[in-house]
């Protein structure tokens, strides 16, 4: 509707340029005729002129009318023959009486009316003799619109019939490259992508069919020191070694060596209807997943058991070099004979008591970083550990364990006499496994955060207790409790079955 009362104005404008085009040009045909300059001459030639006029009206439109007028403004023929003899209204005829020719739209006598003025000029003096008009009264106008609008309302109709079936075909279309989306979940779903890839610690570039990089998120850029206005540029002539990705048979975990950083990369393939469109590579720094790698599977805690035991017995040696310089050979006996004693009881319990080598391995570790430290670790008699059942993985049962007691390490190592006590119960249905120190204990204000990811009271990752009460607890679906009472106590309960857990309640 509005588009077609806007076209009604157009068209209505559009007709009332034509028309007072069109009558200028008349006007000035008649402005140049013998008879119109002698009827402006002699007023008897003028009531002749009106004659003709009124006789020609009778076949005409009644919109239309032609008036002579003198250089006075004073009407010498008119229509309305009692308006003759008077002076021309409206203040549209100034330009005209000195010389211009022109249309206007003006309030005259006979209402709003469309005229045109046109002077006229004596060929032999040169002289103005007075202005011929033509006009269109508004109603002749509008009445001539009108006859058109049937016309007008049958091409809108068409107009907007084809619009609208257009506009439906396109959607579907627009619609169907888009994946079914609509707009607003289009801008949905590039505000969630942004924001997935910007929240990824692994490295993203995606490349199109040309190789050149469409997308790479800020972790990739950082992992490999790149400036930030790489977009469209050619991925493997800027990173050459990417290019060994693209063999199908090493495109998975493949470690490559790329601006001076080593990392793990992966390639994707992206197809379109059997089409290459591009593809996607995934990478992440192999230092970051070895370092994870051994969190998890307490690595590091081998390599801290091993350095401590290396330590004591290098101390141990140089024990033993003394005395034989000082030639007292007894002494080396006696110093012998205790270490052994020592070492032989440690190593017969561990071998009697924990049937987990990778676990009685690391407690020997751990108890050695203990006395290097000047922390004394001990177990409770009756403590033993079967060999696992298929279900439970060693590694995450060492980790928990290790952790632990790294945690205990840390938390005495600067007392004077720092004491741990472990104890290992391993019952029918169930694995218990129970760490206490006789440090200064944790603030209460600290206890709900010792659990969180990344919290730590020492200048370290702060992952150990959240490792341990996630792999006890999500992966194991076991128990963790935490205590204090002139020391700080760590219990964890493993279920032997892990589909029957549920079951499991309390500490017993």
Same mark, same amino acid.
């Given at each position: 509707?509005?588009?077609?009362?806007?076209?009604?104005?157009?068209?209505?404008?559009?007709?009332?340029?034509?028309?007072?085009?069109?009558?200028?040009?008349?006007?000035?045909?008649?402005? !140049?005729?013998?008879?119109?300059?002698?009827?402006?001459?002699?007023?008897?030639?003028?009531?002749?002129?009106?004659?003709?006029?009124?006789? #020609?009206?009778?076949?005409?439109?009644? &919109?239309?009318?032609?008036?002579?007028?003198?250089?006075?403004? /004073?009407?010498?023929?008119?229509?309305?023959?009692?308006?003759? &003899?008077?002076?021309?209204?409206?203040?549209?005829?100034?330009?005209?009486?000195?010389?211009?020719? #022109?249309?206007?739209?003006?309030?005259?006598? *006979?209402?709003?009316?469309?005229?045109?003025?046109?002077?006229?000029?004596?060929?032999?003096?040169?002289?103005?003799?007075?202005?011929?008009?033509?006009?269109?009264?508004?109603?002749?106008? *509008?009445?001539?619109?009108?006859?058109?609008?049937?016309?007008?309302?049958?091409?809108?109709?068409?107009?907007?019939?084809?619009?609208?079936?257009?506009?439906?075909?396109?959607?579907?279309?627009?619609?169907? /490259?888009?994946?079914?989306?609509?707009?607003? +979940?289009?801008?949905?779903?590039?505000?969630?992508?942004?924001?997935?890839?910007?929240?990824?610690?692994?490295?993203?570039?995606?490349?199109?069919?040309?190789? !050149?990089?469409?997308?790479?998120?800020?972790?990739?850029?950082?992992?490999?020191?790149?400036?930030?206005?790489?977009?469209?540029?050619?991925?493997?002539?800027?990173?050459?070694?990417?290019?060994?990705?693209?063999?199908?048979?090493?495109?998975?975990?493949?470690?490559?060596?790329?601006?001076?950083?080593?990392?793990?990369?992966?390639?994707?393939?992206?197809?379109?209807?059997?089409?290459?469109?591009?593809?996607?590579?995934?990478?992440?720094?192999?230092? +970051?997943?070895?370092?994870?790698?051994?969190? %998890?599977?307490?690595?590091?805690?081998?390599?801290?058991?091993?350095?401590?035991?290396?330590?004591?017995?290098?101390?141990?040696?140089?024990?033993? *070099?003394?005395?034989?310089?000082?030639?007292?050979?007894?002494?080396?006996?006696?110093?012998?004979?205790?270490?052994?004693?020592?070492?032989? !009881?440690?190593?017969?319990?561990?071998?009697?008591?924990?049937?987990?080598?990778?676990?009685?391995?690391?407690?020997?570790?751990?108890?050695?970083?203990?006395?290097? %430290?000047?922390?004394?670790?001990?177990?409770?008699?009756?403590?033993?550990?079967?060999?696992?059942?298929?279900?439970?993985?060693?590694?995450?049962?060492?980790?928990?364990?290790?952790?632990?007691?790294?945690?205990?390490?840390?938390?005495?190592? +600067?007392?004077?006499?720092?004491?741990?006590?472990?104890?290992?119960?391993?019952?029918?249905?169930?694995?218990?496994?129970?760490?206490?120190?006789?440090?200064?204990?944790?603030?209460?204000?600290?206890?709900?955060?010792?659990?969180?990811?990344?919290?730590?009271?020492?200048?370290?990752?702060?992952?150990?207790?959240?490792?341990?009460?996630?792999?006890?607890?999500?992966?194991?679906?076991?128990?963790?409790?935490?205590?204090?009472?002139?020391?700080? *106590?760590?219990?964890?309960?493993?279920?032997?079955?892990?589909?029957?857990?549920?079951?499991?309640?309390?500490?017993?």
């Amino acid at each position: 509707m509005i588009s077609g009362l806007a076209f009604y104005q157009i068209l209505s404008e559009s007709i009332k340029a034509t028309m007072g085009e069109n009558a200028l040009e008349i006007t000035q045909f008649l402005s !140049k005729l013998p008879v119109v300059r002698e009827s402006l001459k002699d007023p008897e030639d003028s009531i002749a002129l009106q004659n003709v006029y009124e006789e #020609y009206l009778k076949d005409t439109d009644e &919109g239309i009318f032609l008036v002579l007028v003198n250089q006075n403004g /004073i009407r010498q023929t008119h229509p309305n023959p009692s308006l003759i &003899g008077h002076r021309v209204t409206g203040n549209d005829i100034d330009r005209a009486l000195s010389g211009e020719a #022109y249309y206007s739209n003006a309030n005259g006598i *006979s209402g709003p009316t469309l005229r045109t003025w046109v002077p006229i000029t004596d060929p032999d003096t040169n002289e103005q003799l007075g202005i011929i008009a033509i006009g269109y009264s508004r109603d002749n106008i *509008s009445s001539f619109a009108e006859r058109n609008v049937d016309s007008l309302i049958f091409w809108l109709m068409v107009a907007f019939s084809i619009g609208i079936t257009a506009a439906t075909i396109f959607a579907k279309q627009i619609k169907r /490259i888009l994946y079914n989306h609509e707009p607003g +979940e289009i801008a949905k779903l590039f505000i969630e992508r942004e924001a997935m890839l910007e929240s990824l610690s692994e490295g993203i570039i995606a490349v199109d069919q040309n190789n !050149k990089i469409t997308l790479i998120n800020n972790a990739a850029k950082s992992i490999l020191n790149l400036p930030y206005n790489i977009d469209s540029k050619n991925i493997y002539t800027l990173l050459e070694d990417f290019s060994l990705l693209k063999s199908p048979l090493n495109n998975k975990n493949l470690e490559l060596f790329v601006n001076d950083t080593a990392i793990l990369a992966n390639y994707y393939p992206i197809f379109q209807q059997e089409k290459l469109w591009g593809h996607i590579i995934t990478f992440r720094d192999i230092s +970051e997943v070895r370092k994870l790698a051994e969190d %998890l599977t307490g690595v590091n805690q081998y390599v801290d058991g091993l350095r401590a035991k290396t330590h004591e017995f290098a101390n141990k040696l140089q024990t033993l *070099s003394g005395l034989i310089e000082l030639k007292q050979y007894d002494e080396v006996k006696e110093y012998i004979s205790i270490t052994n004693l020592q070492q032989q !009881k440690l190593l017969d319990f561990l071998t009697r008591n924990i049937k987990e080598p990778k676990i009685s391995g690391l407690l020997l570790g751990k108890i050695q970083q203990g006395l290097e %430290l000047n922390v004394n670790i001990t177990f409770t008699p009756g403590s033993r550990l079967k060999k696992l059942p298929p279900n439970i993985p060693v590694d995450s049962v060492a980790l928990i364990i290790g952790n632990l007691l790294q945690n205990a390490i840390d938390a005495i190592k +600067e007392k004077p006499s720092g004491e741990i006590n472990i104890t290992i119960l391993d019952k029918e249905s169930k694995i218990t496994i129970l760490v206490e120190d006789n440090g200064y204990g944790i603030s209460e204000n600290k206890i709900d955060l010792i659990f969180n990811k990344g919290y730590s009271t020492k200048d370290t990752a702060g992952y150990g207790l959240f490792l341990v009460k996630h792999h006890a607890e999500n992966l194991l679906k076991g128990i963790v409790h935490f205590s204090q009472n002139n020391g700080t *106590s760590f219990t964890v309960q493993i279920p032997k079955d892990i589909q029957g857990s549920e079951n499991m309640e309390g500490f017993q």
